[in-house]
């Protein structure tokens, strides 16, 4: 083999990583176009939004995806991997905004909105590539030339189209009803911008009058007592007999002139607080569909910007927190409180800026979800759609039973603007799939709403917006549905079940065939990473340490789909060992390959031969099977052993003497053809994996094509198995494994050659007995005896069994008895010294009076401890003195 075929003594991932990268860019390997004769395999990328840094979520989900998409391009399929990242309206928002007030000290609101929307561009065309660029430096192999974003003018056009056939339809509707609401932030939030957190807080026991009856009451527990101002009514279950009797009856509000009704409503849990509840409509979901199903009105007590109504009375302008204050205060002095008890509850946090959110009725834009779900759920349960792990499919289905009408507005700037005009004439409301300027109805003025839509919304449309719809473009029609998307069990809800509506509801057909999903990655105590606990560990910089493939191999093997994984460095630590083992197994068979010809004249096959070429066809086989059931894990981890315990291990090993061998060139040239045919193999099986160190060593190897990327998937040749072979060549090593324990049981020198006496049962002897050179060369043997299971078994010797062997090492010929016997002694001599340091202590009774108790007891311990091996060690000098 050529000189330039060589690789260097150690492995560079930075040099080699960035060279391999620019050359598939170069040659356009990542693309695709569409090939109709061929199967299609496609994916779109959960797109990041355009604030993201790298973080190990987006690592994890990556590879997953790099590694199917690497697959599939090998196995020949018409291959598309379609990228992008997310406009990711109130994050950007507030990040620009940020930088705006530190920059300039300016507001958007001392912008306006279009100068404003500007500066989000500006932003987004300065920092918005800077994710993809990081998800380069992974070796993910996404179709840059088709990237997309949510804004683009594409699918800026389907989500027009999207919102305007849902009103037509009556789908989409404005309307006041309970939402997710940040003070700080002054918007909406989606359920996902929402995070509840178990926060300690109280409930506060109030007692409420019951009108026109003297000193009865009925008693009320709440977490919120300043909504309490916005009751209009309290409810108990029909079934609770404590409290039929009042069904009805008015209660007087305390600290208010109004008067509420006593209602009865099974939603009531008859085991919390007193069994009774207020109902505020206006700031309860659970109390405004309770309002709905009786009728009650909904009194907003806290504004949107977190204090206190006019409809509050005495309390309006207080801040919501100094009204609770105030409030119980007031409760207390007027004899309403009865009693306060501490009490942790779920309290939902704003995603961004973590105010506490408050739930608040508002005029919003809602789309009608229950008309829409019934295809959703349908396909699932159908198995068009199939989650993977299985177990997920009830989480989907589960969620999908109790959805509420989404609401899909948001009050921010930056996002898609709500495609509706309201009539400054004749109060006509349009909604339109392109800019309008005037009525169409009257011909008057008009004003788009101000409202953006939720950024959930574009999301929803990514597998089919981003293949150009509504256009019919030739690539919708190849690569939809999807093949497999690849998300966190977190966001199922929020994003996988949106994008089944949309895409059954418009495409009429799935998103697409399966649904991968894998979980957090969490430290190595098991927590979330987080800004907060400082525990984040930062991709890049274990990129820049050990390099990609070390951080892919390290996040896809150990694990099992859909659970969460802890991070360790240890294990960073061993996947880097094991890119360095196989970069070092390469190297040494590219310097034996001097000389390769494919086409020399061969010798037959060694049993070694037989056996890694039957192991190879079993490891494609096995690795494949995994693959096509997303046990990416599993079958990460055959590699890994196929790898390192049988390649690098026990064949290259086995190999050495024929490699280095000149004399029998027919020998070597089949040692070199087997080695080159199992190394490029097991490259190709390698490379979803780590992608650039097989590459690198590809190119070293004899290969068929340019890029390992491009190379055929290795296929199964079913001729190369071989039982027999396998069995025997178990049998040797796991003799080979037998000597050299025994050998390390008693210290034997590693180069010092000793004899051996295997008794071999009827089915193993013949195999053994030809193959015994292997025993001889890996067990530092120098005279083997092999005899039938039955024959005497030898005295003074070591003994191991294995299935169908007995190994017996001779004790004789294994150590130096005298070099062992004088190390023995100097043993005991030294364990007899610390012993009489360690009882002269225990009998010193200062000692035992002045030292702690658990310092006199891990003395009594070392001496117990000592004792034990000093008769140890005295029995092996009796046994070494028979050998003499």
Known sequence: MAEEHNIPKVYDPASVEKKWYKYWEEHRYFHAEVEADKKPF?????????????????????????????????????????????????????????????????????????????????WKDKYGDRIIEQLKSLGVSCDWERKRFTMDEGCSQAVREVFVSLYEKGLIYQGSRIINWCVNCNTALSDIEVEHEDDAGNLWYVRYPVVGEMETYLTIATTRPETM?????????????????????????????????????????????????????????????????HNLESIVVIGMDGYMTEEAGKFAGQERYEC?????????????????????????????????????????????????????????EDGRTQFVPERFTKTYTGW????????????????????????????????????????????GAVHQDEDALDTWFSSALWPFSTMGWPEKTDLLKQFYPTSVLVTGYDIIFFWVARMLIMGMEFMKDIPFDKVFIHGLVRDSQGRKMSKSLGNGIDPLEVIEKYGADTLRFMLITGNTPGNDMRFYWERVEATRNFANKIWNASRFALMNMEGYDAEAKQAPYTLADQWILSRLQHTVKDVTELLGRFELGEAGRLIYDFIWSEV???????????????????????????????????????????????????????????????APWPIVDERLFDDKAETGMTAIMESIKAIRNMRAEVNAAPGKKVPAILLVNAELREIVEANKNYINLMGSIDELIIDDIGAGKPE????????????????????DVEKETQRLNKELESMDK???????????????????????????AKAEELSGKMEAVKERLTYLATLK
């Open 42 to 122: 496609s994916i779109v990328i959960p797109p990041p939004n355009i604030t993201g840094q790298l973080h190990m979520g987006h690592a994890l989900d990556n590879t997953l995806q790099d590694i199917l998409i690497r697959w599939h391009r090998m196995m020949g399929d018409n291959t598309l991997w379609m990228p992008g990242y997310d406009h990711a309206g109130l994050a950007t928002q507030i990040k620009v905004e940020e930088v705006l007030k530190k920059e300039e000290g300016k507001t958007r609101y001392d912008l306006g909105r279009e100068e404003f929307i500007k500066r989000v561009w500006e």
């Open 229 to 293: 101002l916005g009751d209009t009514a309290v409810a108990v279950n029909p079934e609770d007999p404590r409290y039929g009797h009042l069904v009805g009856k008015m209660l007087q509000l305390p600290l208010t002139e109004r008067q509420i009704p006593i209602i009865a409503d099974s939603y009531v849990d008859l085991e919390f607080g007193t069994g009774a509840v207020k109902i505020t409509p206006a700031h309860d979901p659970n109390d405004f569909e309770m309002g709905m199903r």
């Open 324 to 380: 609770r204050k105030n409030l119980v205060h007031e409760l207390q002095e007027k004899g309403y409180l009865v009693k306060i008890e501490e009490h942790n509850h779920a309290v939902g946090h704003c995603q961004r800026c973590r105010s506490v959110i408050e739930p608040l009725v508002s005029k919003q834009w809602f789309v009608k979800m229950e008309p829409l779900v019934k295809a959703a759920v349908d396909c699932v």
């Open 400 to 443: 999908m039973e109790n959805i509420r009408d989404w609401c899909i507005s948001r009050q921010i700037w930056w996002g898609h603007r709500i495609p509706v005009w309201y009539c400054d004439a004749c109060g006509e409301v349009i909604a339109s799939r392109v800019d309008i300027d005037k009525c169409p109805k009257c011909g």
């Open 648 to 710: 690098c291990d026990w064949y290259i090993e086995l190999a050495k003497p024929r490699l280095y061998n000149k004399e029998d060139p027919e020998a070597r040239a089949t040692a070199q053809h087997v080695l080159a045919e199992v190394l490029t193999s097991a490259m190709k099986l390698l490379h979803p994996y780590m992608p650039f160190i097989t590459e690198e060593i590809y190119q070293c190897l004899p290969h068929e094509s340019n890029s390992i990327m491009i």
């Open 796 to 815: 003074n010797a070591m003994a191991a069994v294995i299935a169908g062997i007995e190994v017996y090492l001779p004790l004789a010929g294994l150590i």
């Open 834 to 860: 610390e012993i009489k340091r360690v009882t002269g202590k225990l009998n010193n009774a200062g000692f035992l009076a002045k030292a702690p108790a658990d310092v006199v007891e891990k003395e009594k």
